[in-house]
């Protein structure tokens, strides 16, 4: 698989990296980037020899800044650019996969970027996050699913606070809101995850599928007798 503009991918064993590659504009997110996520996605969800997942962002600056609104907010006709997102939904098709994603986050994630992160299992970030959902100041609304995703993250309170002031937070602060599950020095970021994709690999992968399902099949589940 290749020939992508906008992302990178590579697969090592039975670990595949997608790299958000646009650097020099904080890796935001156009609509290249969720047609190339998509069929790079797409081809993870029936290679049953990925079984770790790892989303990234290139440079130093950022994971994602959010997305290219001079793209979106001029789409097509609205029933034309809801044809299109049904046919390309790359947050549905994150949430649809099978192996576990981990998100390696730093620098500027905001927006889509949050959003893109919250479709990840797992999420960890370097010290120098910048977290934020700038669009109320843009007078829209999170476009990609944040007011469903983030209140289940970390509770409506919280969430509506981010979404209602656009205020910036620090990887400290989410990490106490559980808006990731960990934070690391920045140079100790990549080392991590890939321990942790290591460590994930190495279980029954029958087992870490299965788990996954139930966790997330349950979610919206009223609690019941297990046994």
């Known amino acids: 698989m290749g020939g992508f503009e906008t992302i990178l991918y590579r697969k090592t064993g039975h670990l595949a990296y997608i790299t958000l590659n646009r650097p020099k504009v904080l890796n935001i997110y156009n609509v290249r980037m969720r047609d190339e996520l998509y069929e790079a996605l797409s081809a993870i969800k029936i ?24 793209e979106f907010l001029s789409a097509p006709a609205p029933t034309a650019a809801r044809n299109v997102r049904w046919q390309r939904d790359v947050w549905g098709l994150f949430l649809s996969l099978s192996q576990p994603v981990i998100a390696a986050l730093h620098g500027y994630v905001f927006g889509s970027g949050i959003e893109m992160a919250l479709c990840c299992d797992i999420r960890i970030a370097a010290d120098d996050c910048i977290f934020g959902l700038p669009e109320v100041a843009l007078g829209i609304i999170p476009a990609a699913g ?20 656009g205020r910036r937070i620090g990887a400290q602060e989410a990490l106490e809101m559980q808006l990731v599950n960990q934070v690391v020095a920045r140079a100790d970021l990549l080392p991590e995850v890939e321990a942790l994709s290591e460590k994930i690999v190495a279980f029954d992968q029958r087992a870490v599928r299965a788990i996954k399902r139930a966790v997330s099949r349950g979610l919206d589940l009223p609690a019941g007798p297990y046994l």
């Open 146 to 165: 944040a007011t469903q995703t983030v209140p289940r993250a970390i509770g409506p309170g919280r969430a509506l606070d981010l979404l209602l002031t």
């Open 47 to 70: 290679d049953t020899d990925v079984h770790v997942v790892t989303l990234r962002g290139a440079g130093d600056k950022a994971f994602c800044a959010g997305a290219d609104l001079g």
